[in-house]
C-alpha cells in the first residue's frame, strides 16, 4: 500500500494510546474497564518500558527509549485465554484497523546489504523504520507508526523510490537495527585487532561475551562482529553456525531446527580475521590454516552458560569453520520431555536402573542421541555414584560427571581410557561410542564385571544394534548376557503450534506410510495437523523437534533368538510381537497426535522400513 495515500485518508485518528485502545476495544481484545485502568496507569507503564528500554538499546537516543502506545499496553499484560496480549498481538490489530498489512521481522530474511546502503543508523534508530525489500522501483519498510507524512516525504527524497508500508513492533525494528547495522559497521571497519590473553591450562576457559546492547558503546571491529553474530545464534535457537568462505565473499549460516538459513554475506577480505578471532576463543593455533583444527568455548547468555565446539578446515577459497552450540537447556533435558511415550518411557527407565549390562542408543548423526545419554546421566548422576564418560570430544562439560577426551596422540583411546577407568571404581560409564572390536570388548567386559554401560552405535534400528556387536566380533553369547536393551532415535520437526490447522491424509499418503487399506474402501478418515506457515515459525510451518523412538527390552525370548544367532529381520519381528513399537509406528502416532506431519514421518524413517 502506498504510503501517502494512506496516511492521508487516516491521519485524523493517529498512532495514540487513546485511538490504540479504542482499536483494541473494538476488537474485543481489552474490555472498557481494563481501558481505563491502562490510561490511569499510563504514567508507571511508560517508566517500565522506559528502564527495559534503556537497558536493552543503550546508546541509541531518546527517541527509541520513548515508549510506544503499543509497548504501553504490552507493559500492562492483559491476560488472554492463551497467554497474554504482546505488542505482537496489540501492532497486529493496530495495521488491520488502519489498512496496512502487518509484518512480523524475521531476521533471516532480511537483506542486510539493502538496510544499512538505504539509510543512515541515526535515521533509521530515529525514525524506527526498516527497510525490507526492493521491487521494480518501489520500496517497503515497515514502520510502528503510519502516520508521519515527514517520514516518507524524507524516504522518498533518500531513496529515489515510491514507498509501501507494512506494520511491525517497534521492538522488532529496533533489535533488527541493532543487529544489522551493529554487526555490518563491525565488518566494514573491521581490522585484525585479537588479543586476549586465554588460560590454556583450563579446559573449561570461560568467555565472557558481550550481550547486543553492552557492545552498542564501543566498536572493536571483528570482535564486536564475533560477539553479535554468536549473540545471534543464541537469539535463534541456532545449533551450529557455518562460516564459509566462498569465490567472492563469505557467508554465516545458521541450522535452526536442523534446516540451514543464510544470515550475513560478509567480504571476502574479512574472513581470516573472523576465523583468527574464533580460533584466539577457541584456543586454537592462528597461524596453522592447512590442517583441520578443533577447538572449544566456554560462555554465558541468557544467565547460563552455554558450550561452543569449533572445527575449522581447509576447503576450496579458504578456511570453513564450524561452531556446534551446546545449550544445557537442550543437552540436559527431563527424560519425560524428550519425547517418549509412557511405555517406552518406562522400559528406558528400567535399563538405567540395572545395576550391570549395555544400554545403547542407536542413529544417525544428529538424531538426538547424545541429548537421551547425557540426559540420563544426569538423573543417575546422585552424590553415591560414580560416574565416568569417555568421549571424543567431550560435548559439554557436566560437574557430576567424570569426564575422559580422546587424545590418540597421547595414547588415549576409547578402548584404552576404558580399561583404565576399569581401575577407578567406576559404577556407571558412558562410551560415546562402541567403534572397533577392541572398544566393544571392553563394553562387554565392563559389564560383565558389574558395570553399567551406556554407549551408542551408528545403526539404523534397534535389532541392527545386535548385528553390528556381532560384525565387530563379539560371540553372540556375550552379546545375549550382557545387553539390556536397545533404543533407536530420531528427530522430528514439529507442527507451529500458531499455524497449525487440520488435515487429512490422502489415500496415496496411507499407502506410502504403510497403512492397511482394505480393497475397495478409501482411506481411513485420519485427521492429521500441518503448518500453514507464520512469522513465528518463518513460513515453514514447523518450530522446534521432540525425538521418536523405537525400544527394544532383550527379554528371555530375544536373547535366546540372539544366542543362536538369529538373523536381524527376525529378532525384529520377534519385539513386534513383544509389543515393541518400530520407529515407523512411532512417528505415525506422533502424526496422528498432531505433533509433526506426513513429510517429516516419511523423511526420518524412510530408511528404517
Do not use: W
Not at 537497558?55 to 499484560?77: L, N, Q, T
Not at 541468557?302 to 578446515?313: A, F, G, N, T, Y
Not at 523412538?549 to 519385539?575: C, F, M, Q, S, W
Request: hydrophobic residues 40%; contains cysteine.
Amino acid at each position: 500500500m502506498t504510503a501517502t495515500g494512506q496516511s492521508i485518508a487516516t491521519a485524523g485518528r493517529g498512532y495514540t494510546l487513546d485511538s490504540l485502545l479504542a482499536i483494541l476495544q473494538e476488537q474485543e481484545l481489552v474490555t472498557a474497564e481494563q481501558a481505563e485502568d491502562i490510561r490511569q496507569r499510563e504514567p508507571a507503564l511508560r517508566t517500565k518500558v522506559t528502564r527495559d528500554r534503556e537497558r536493552a538499546f543503550a546508546g541509541f537516543g531518546r527517541a527509541v527509549y520513548e515508549p510506544s502506545p503499543a509497548e504501553v499496553v504490552a507493559a500492562y499484560r492483559v491476560p488472554l485465554d492463551d497467554g497474554t496480549l504482546t505488542e505482537d498481538l496489540v501492532m497486529e490489530a493496530f495495521a488491520m484497523a488502519a489498512g496496512y498489512p502487518y509484518h512480523k521481522v524475521d531476521p533471516l530474511k532480511l537483506d542486510a546489504k539493502l538496510i544499512s546502503s538505504t539509510l543512515s543508523r541515526p535515521f533509521a534508530q530515529r525514525h524506527v523504520v526498516l527497510p525490507l525489500r526492493m521491487a521494480n522501483g518501489r520500496m517497503t519498510v515497515a514502520v510502528d507508526n503510519p502516520y508521519s507524512l515527514e517520514l516518507f516525504d524524507s524516504l522518498r527524497a533518500i531513496t529515489g523510490c515510491e514507498i509501501d508500508l507494512v506494520i511491525a513492533s517497534k521492538t522488532d525494528i529496533l533489535k533488527t537495527i541493532r543487529e544489522i547495522y551493529g554487526f555490518r559497521s563491525s565488518v566494514e571497519q573491521a581490522a585484525e585487532d585479537i588479543g586476549q590473553s586465554i588460560d590454556i591450562g583450563n579446559f573449561e576457559q570461560f568467555v565472557q561475551l558481550r550481550n547486543a546492547e553492552e557492545i552498542e558503546a564501543t566498536d572493536a571491529h571483528i570482535i564486536n562482529a564475533v560477539e553479535y553474530l554468536l549473540n545471534y545464534a543464541f537469539e535463534q535457537r541456532a545449533s551450529d553456525i557455518h562460516i564459509e568462505p566462498k569465490r567472492e565473499h563469505s557467508v554465516a549460516r545458521l541450522r535452526i531446527d536442523g534446516v540451514l538459513h543464510t544470515v550475513h554475506k560478509m567480504p571476502k577480505v574479512i574472513h581470516p580475521a573472523i576465523c583468527s578471532r574464533i580460533k584466539s576463543l577457541a584456543r586454537m593455533d592462528i597461524a596453522e590454516k592447512r590442517r583441520p583444527q578443533d577447538g572449544r568455548i566456554k560462555t554465558g547468555h541468557d544467565k547460563r552458560e552455554v558450550e561452543l565446539r569449533i572445527s575449522s578446515m581447509p576447503v576450496a577459497f579458504g578456511e570453513k569453520m564450524v561452531i556446534r552450540i551446546f545449550d544445557p537447556r537442550i543437552l540436559l533435558q527431563e527424560l519425560d520431555g524428550l519425547g517418549f511415550y509412557k511405555k517406552e518411557l518406562a522400559l528406558f527407565h528400567s535399563f538405567i536402573r540395572r545395576p550391570n549390562g549395555i544400554v545403547l542408543v542407536t542413529g544417525p548423526t544428529g538424531s538426538g542421541k547424545t541429548t537421551t545419554l547425557y540426559s540420563a546421566l544426569k538423573l543417575l548422576a546422585t552424590p553415591d555414584v560414580n560416574v565416568v564418560t569417555i568421549e571424543d570430544p567431550i560435548e559439554m562439560v557436566v560437574e557430576e560427571f567424570n569426564q575422559v577426551a580422546v587424545q590418540p596422540k597421547a595414547g588415549i583411546t576409547f578402548s584404552s581410557a576404558l580399561r583404565t577407568i576399569l581401575r577407578q571404581d567406576p559404577d556407571i560409564i558412558m562410551v560415546g561410542e562402541i567403534r572397533d572390536q577392541e572398544t566393544a570388548e571392553n563394553a562387554i567386559q565392563a559389564a560383565l564385571t558389574g558395570h553399567l554401560v551406556l554407549s551408542t552405535l551408528h545403526t539404523n534400528d534397534t535389532a541392527g544394534a545386535i548385528a553390528r556387536l556381532r560384525d565387530l566380533g563379539i560371540p553372540s553369547f556375550l552379546v545375549a548376557s550382557t545387553v539390556i536393551g536397545v533404543i533407536a532415535q530420531r528427530l522430528v520437526r514439529k507442527v507451529c503450534r500458531h499455524c497449525a490447522q487440520k488435515s487429512i491424509l490422502s489415500r496415496e499418503q496411507c499407502m506410502a506410510l504403510q497403512m492397511p487399506i482394505p480393497e475397495g474402501h478409501d482411506a481411513p478418515e485420519l485427521p492429521v495437523m500441518r503448518g500453514e506457515g507464520c512469522v513465528y515459525c518463518r513460513h515453514t510451518g514447523l518450530r522446534g523437534r521432540t525425538g521418536v523412538y523405537e525400544v527394544l527390552p532383550v527379554n528371555d525370548r530375544l536373547r535366546k533368538l540372539i544366542t543362536d544367532g538369529a538373523p536381524t529381520p527376525e529378532i525384529t519381528k520377534a519385539a513386534q510381537l513383544d509389543g515393541m513399537m518400530t520407529l515407523r509406528e512411532c512417528a505415525i502416532k506422533k502424526l496422528a497426535q498432531g505433533l509433526t506431519t506426513f513429510d517429516e514421518v516419511i523423511r526420518v524413517t524412510s530408511e528404517t522400513v
